[in-house]
């Protein structure tokens, strides 16, 4: 499987951004699809997920409430919309697809390249 993620960018404290991710490949051996995030000296962090069978989604309480994650499964494509941004959510955003929905990297297989998100204030 491979996954390359568009659309980061600059945006303003408060302001939204969409990212996609486009999936290619064997992508019927993925059920499931995460976005992390990588802040600069920071570990990288789990911040939602979707199952492509049923659209359950599952969120990083940071951003719960503010990002939605949705998939369009003929497309092979995920998307993060990112709403009511914080300058806390600058980072590298990586997609990634799995076998099991869950927080932790270990769960995915696959990850694009990533593409960075910068909030200012």
């Known amino acids: 499987v491979q996954l390359q993620a568009f659309w980061g960018g600059l945006v303003q404290a408060g302001g939204s951004l969409r990212l996609s991710c486009a999936a290619s490949?064997?992508?019927?051996?993925?059920?499931?699809m995460g976005w992390f995030r990588q802040a600069p000296g920071k570990e990288r962090e789990f911040v939602a997920a979707?199952?492509?069978?049923?659209?359950?989604?599952y969120y990083a309480d940071s951003v719960k409430g503010r990002f939605t994650v949705s998939s369009d499964k003929p497309k092979h494509t995920v998307y993060l919309q990112m709403n009511s941004m914080k300058t806390e959510d600058k980072a590298v955003y990586y997609c990634a697809s799995g076998n099991r929905l869950g927080h932790s990297p270990a769960n995915y297989t696959y990850w694009g390249q990533g593409t960075l998100v910068t909030v200012s204030s």
């Open positions: 490949g064997r992508t019927f051996s993925s059920h499931v």
């Open positions: 979707i199952r492509w069978s049923n659209g359950y989604t």
